[in-house]
């Protein structure tokens, strides 16, 4: 079993940043890919960004590409998410989530195994 526990999530406005932590205990030996996905109200749960642990890679959604990045601490077991010039349209619950197999999609919330509790971030305009 994997814990993931989210935190630094708040309240910001429009063009600011936060960076989210998402810590990793128990066999994190199996994680493969660490992802944080978000799900504003009413709206179904979307990817936003993935690493590959040993490699490094990086998968991001389009509507974060270049505003966000994700990275790892292996040492840490801690992913983080880098969101600046944050948009109002970027408030929703963020969930870290982790895969134990090397998916070949990333993007999909079905490839992975364990999920945080959630983080809320919210941007006024």
């Known amino acids: 079993q994997v814990q993931l526990v989210e935190s630094g999530g708040g309240l910001v406005q429009a063009g600011g940043s936060l960076r989210l932590s998402c810590a990793a205990s128990?066999?994190?030996?199996?994680?493969?890919?660490m992802g944080w996905f978000r799900q504003a109200p009413g709206k179904e749960r979307e990817f936003v960004a993935a690493?590959?642990?040993?490699?490094?890679?990086?998968y991001y959604a389009d509507s974060v590409k270049g505003r966000f990045t994700i990275s790892r601490d292996r040492a840490k077991n801690t992913v983080y998410l880098q969101m600046n010039s944050l948009k109002p349209e970027d408030t929703a619950v963020y969930y870290c989530?982790?895969?134990?197999?090397?998916?070949?999609?990333?993007?999909?919330?079905?490839?992975?195994?364990?999920w945080g509790q959630g983080t809320q971030v919210t941007v006024s305009s």
């Open positions: 690493v590959r642990w040993t490699t490094g890679t990086t």
């Open positions: 128990g066999r994190t030996f199996s994680n493969n890919i």
């Open positions: 989530a982790a895969a134990k197999t090397a998916t070949l999609f990333p993007a999909r919330s079905t490839e992975y195994d364990y």
